[in-house]
Structures are given as structure tokens and as C-alpha cells.
């Protein structure tokens, strides 16, 4: 992936090590409250290795099979490694909470705590449903990421993988301004809940598969789930019409999803689709006018 030439840091590249420096600083000033002193920077440096490995596998003049999956791949390994670091930095850095703030927002706009008043309509198979949908998300981008590597469409999988890690990495930032647990822990509104999320067969193994691959638990503003399944839907609207329509319910469910499961306040929903917009429209342009024009004028010339 990465079409500047093979002697140059990819755009990927570039953001991944710009965003390492962001954090790893982040993680300094972390330092003053925190227990885990030398745990984050030993992630960092197993993170920096794979950005050096995926540098000094582009110089290579040509890559085997292996090689070739590890640069498809290594954005997501490089991602998943950073967020599960989090746990041990976002804590330590901005030590207020904003649950409480958030939850009147939503109260002040829709009369009521989302959380609670969606209990009407709760009930063991739907429960499964809505965290099949919530787990859905993950996967997500694959399948117009998929889309795009099988129809050999790498200048618009590069574009399209830079423009996910855009909406990503600004959306990290966001849990470092605002650090926010959701309504799922935030007290006054657990005090309300009077029905408890069981399913039938899949809540629960979901919902703990999910408390260990999520091990940060400010990670609710903005909601990293409606940014990156917004995202996707625009991006399938640009590449895959057909895509998009079936995906469209789909999506929309995962939304409602965010409520059901007490994972999201409305405004973090409504946050992330703002910060996806935002994502997409600057990394796209971003990457239109440094690398797409970089090459254009590199022919010319």
C-alpha cells in the first residue's frame, strides 16, 4: 500500500509516526499519576518496529506473499497495538470526567436519559440482536476495504485506509480532551436502569469479549462506532452504490445499537458522525493534494 516511490515514507507511514509522537508525549505527561511507567513504552516501541518493518519492506524492489499481507495488514495491527495502551496513559492525563456533562446535554435536547427511556423496549432476543450489531462494527471497513483491494483499486484503498486512520486517531485524541466512561458505569444513571441486558445466548459472551478487547473504559466521546460506521457508509456511497444501500440498515442499526447497550450518550452518536464528516473531508483532501498532486506532478516533470 502506498504509491509515493518505494525510496519515500508512505502517507500511512508518516501518519502512524506522527501519531506515535503525539501519544508517546501524552504518555509523558501521563507519568506524574501513573502506575504503569514502563508498559506503554514498551507498546511503543513494539509500534515504532512495525512502522520501521513496513518502511524497510517499501524499499524492498519487489515483496514476497508474506510480505505483501503484512503491508495490507499492518495498519490495523499498528492501530489495534495503540489502543490497547491506552488503558494505561488515558487515566493518568486529564483526570476530570464528563459523564455528567454529557448526560445533560442529552436530557436538556431530548427530555429524557436515552439509556433509560429505550428500556420499554427491551427484551432477551432483541438484547442479542443489538450487541450482534454492536460487534458488527468491528469488521466494518473490511468489506469496502475489501472491495476496493479486489478490484485493484489501490490508489482509493490507500486514499481510503489513510482517510480511517484520520477518523481514528482524532477520535483517540477526543477520549484524551474528554474522557468520558458512558452511561453504562456513570452512577446517577445506572440508579435509573431498573432492566438488566440479558440475552439469550450472545450478550454475554459479546459483552465480555468485548470488556477485554476494549480494556480503556473512556472511550465514550466522540463515539469511535458511529464515526468509523459513518465513515464506511460514506465511503461505500462513493465507491459501491449497491454497497451502500444494503448496508445502510445495517448501519443505522448499529446506531441504535450504541444506545440499547449503554454504551453511548446520543451526543457522543452524534459527536462521532461530526468528527467523521470532519475526517473525511480533510483526509481525503489532505491526501488529494500530497500525494495524488505529488504524482501528477511528478509525471509532468
Known sequence: MGIFNKKDISI???????????IFVIYLFSMAHSPYLYGPFIVFLLAGTVIGLA??????PKNNKFE????????????FVIFESFF???P?????RYDQALASID????????????????NPWLTDFMYLLYFFYFPLPLFILGYLYRNK???????SVFVYLVV????????FIFPASGPRFYEPILQLQTKSLDGVFLALPIRNFINILEPNKLDAFPSLHSAISFTTLMMMAKYNKRMFWIFLPIISGIFVSLVYCRYHYVVDIVAGVAWSVAGFVTGHWFYNRYVVGKMENFIKD
Not at 493518568?92 to 476530570?96: A, D
Not at 436530557?107 to 427491551?122: C, K, S
Open 168 to 175: 481514528y486517531y482524532s477520535a483517540y485524541i477526543g477520549y
Open 55 to 60: 518502511i524497510l519492506l517499501r524499499r524492498k
Open 88 to 90: 494505561m496513559i488515558l
Open 107 to 122: 436530557l436538556f435536547f431530548l427530555g429524557v436519559n436515552p439509556t433509560v427511556w429505550i428500556e420499554q423496549f427491551v
Open 92 to 96: 493518568y492525563v486529564n483526570l476530570n
Open 153 to 159: 483499486r489501490f490508489t482509493d484503498l490507500d486514499q
Open 12 to 22: 500511512i507511514d508518516l501518519l502512524n509516526i506522527c501519531f506515535l509522537a503525539v
Open 68 to 79: 505483501r499481507i503484512f503491508l495490507a495488514a499492518y495498519p490495523l495491527i499498528y492501530l
